[in-house]
């Protein structure tokens, strides 16, 4: 069964290019409701630990560098259905396959500097979700 729940971060390039209000205004817009937000900033053992199951792979190193290259901000996200929902609205990872009006469309310059992460599964999102919050921080 979906959970109402999903996890998200925009990422150093969406910081970076001042897409952080358009992003947050297209989620609100497409009926999730925030449960957690912070700014904050990966060190590379969070970024690490974080993106861990990419360990083996050729881009891990890149992902790590990016990933602490600047802010982020993560959130918690709630609507119904909101893994899928939210995957949808991201678009595909690289942004030359999103489709129109998704955020990845709009807003990510490449496949690596795509601009946001949503969660994958319903058991990821809540693992990431407890990776950058506590309980006393998620509402």
């Given amino acids: 069964m979906a959970t109402n729940r999903t996890f998200t971060m925009l990422k150093p390039d969406a910081i970076e290019n001042d897409h952080m209000g358009k992003i947050i205004d ?16 990966l060190t590379d053992a969070q970024a690490k630990e974080f993106y861990a199951v990419h360990a083996e792979r050729p881009f891990y190193g890149e992902l790590v560098e990016y990933m602490t290259s600047g802010p982020i901000v993560a959130a918690i996200l709630e609507k119904d259905n909101a893994v899928e929902d939210f995957r949808t609205l991201i678009g595909a990872t690289n942004p030359a396959d999103a489709a129109e009006g998704t955020i990845r469309k709009l807003y990510a310059e490449s496949i690596g500097r795509n601009a946001v992460h949503g969660s994958d599964s319903d058991e990821n999102a809540a693992l990431e979700g407890a990776f950058h919050f506590s309980a006393a921080e998620v509402f």
């Fill in 26 to 41: 297209m989620i609100i817009g497409a009926g999730f409701s925030i449960k957690a937000l912070k700014l904050t900033q």
